[in-house]
Each structure stands twice: as C-alpha cells, then as structure tokens.
C-alpha cells in the first residue's frame, strides 16, 4: 500500500540553525501539507502546497518557514533558523483531492536546543 | 475565528459504544473529518462528511447536520486497540485547503 514518507524521523538541532525536513508524499497524490503538533496538543495547518505553489499558510508560517519541491517526488520544509517553540513533531500529508483524505506520514520530532 | 469543540476525553469499555461530539465554527465550511492518532503514532483518516447523514464504514460512522455545525463519530463494538485520540477537522472554504483539527478526544477503553 502506497505510503507518505518522511525523513529523518528525529533531528536535534542547535537553536538558530537551519533545519530541512523531507517528504516523499504518495506518488500519484496533488496536495501536499506540512502539519506541526507539539506533544499532546492538536494537530496544527502550517502550509498547503498545490501546482507547484503555495496554496495557503497559516499564522505560524512566517518568514522563517518555506516549503519546496525540488524534484517529482520529494517535498520540503525549511526553517531558517530555528527557535526553542519549533521543537514539535512535523507531518507531511498529501492527498489525491484537496483537503479531503490526508494520508500522514510518520512525522519527524525536531528538538531545538 | 475559526474553532472546534470536542470532548477532552471519553471512557467506555470493551464492545460497548461511543459516540465523540463535534462543534465547529468557521468562516467557511467545505467538509467535516475524522483522524484517529494513536501514541507517538501519525493521524491515520477515518471519515469524511460534506454533506448532512451518516456515513458508515465498518464499526465507525460519522454524521453531519450543517445547519447545527454538528457532527459525531460512533464507534461500535469497542475493541482495546481503540484506544487512542480522535481528532475532528474541518476543511476551510477558501481555496487553499487549510485543514483545521480540533484539540482532540482521547478515548480510553477498558476491559
């Protein structure tokens, strides 16, 4: 069964570095999202990202943050420097039709120090 | 704003059912969803509704009222590996979409 996929599953980095989390979303799939969830809290929208753009992002999603889809199959977040807040789980999500049934991936635990 | 309410947690045992509330507030409204997230584990989808009724897949359903931004997932037949929370999220109008999760209810079933 086809299956997001997200890499590294866990990234220690020091405040004010820069971070990439990768993806591999569903290969037949046209929306992609990134998602954060700090321990035991929701699930938070950072970005949707359709036809080579952004389609929306949220309030958190500031300057800091950019996505990327550098080839046909991988899917990008960046933040440029980091801060303690960021220390969160990250998911990719993508979808065969937008905003209906998200396939999640595994997630990556970023921890800032 | 945009908000969405659910119980914090519920409890039932083992082959009962549990029906999980769903309130939201939105500027626009596309669909309603289900996640189900189990411990350190990724929102894995449950459900979609757009529109008013009942879906039913398998031992899970889930309804919708637009009119009273409602919604509920039932769960029947309890079994352990239910265990786990369950977010409702609604698809935002606009076009880019945004996916809203509501804070999440966390069912625990006992033996």
């Known amino acids: 069964e086809p299956e997001v996929t997200q890499t590294p599953s866990h990234q220690v980095t020091q405040m004010g570095q820069e971070v990439i989390l990768r993806c591999v979303p569903i290969?037949?799939?046209?929306?992609f999202y990134w998602y954060r969830q700090i321990l035991g809290q929701k699930v938070e929208f950072l970005v949707s990202f359709y036809n080579n753009e952004i389609s929306e992002k949220s309030e958190i999603f500031d300057d800091q943050f950019s996505v990327e889809r550098p080839d046909g199959s991988n899917f990008t977040l960046k933040i440029r420097s980091t801060k303690l807040e960021d220390s969160a789980m990250y998911f990719c999500?993508?979808?065969?039709?937008?905003?209906?049934?998200?396939?999640f991936g595994p997630g990556t635990r970023l921890t800032v120090l | 704003g945009q908000s969405l309410e659910q119980p914090s947690e519920v409890t039932a045992v083992e082959g009962a059912i549990v029906q999980i509330n769903c309130t939201y507030q939105?500027?626009?409204?596309?669909?309603l969803s289900w996640y189900q997230q189990h411990d350190g584990g990724a929102p894995t989808f449950l459900s979609y509704n757009a529109l008013d009724g009942l879906e039913e897949t398998g031992r899970f359903s889930s309804f919708l009222s637009r009119s009273d931004s409602y919604g509920y997932l039932l769960l029947q037949e309890l079994q352990m590996k239910d265990s786990a929370s369950y977010f409702c999220?609604?698809?935002?109008?606009?076009?880019?979409?945004?996916?809203?999760f509501g804070a999440g209810t966390r069912l625990f079933v006992k033996a």
């Open positions: 999500a993508s979808s065969a039709q937008g905003g209906d049934e998200q396939f």
């Open positions: 999220a609604v698809r935002d109008r606009g076009g880019g979409f945004k996916t809203i």
């Open positions: 939105t500027s626009g409204f596309y669909g």
């Open positions: 290969s037949n799939h046209l929306y």
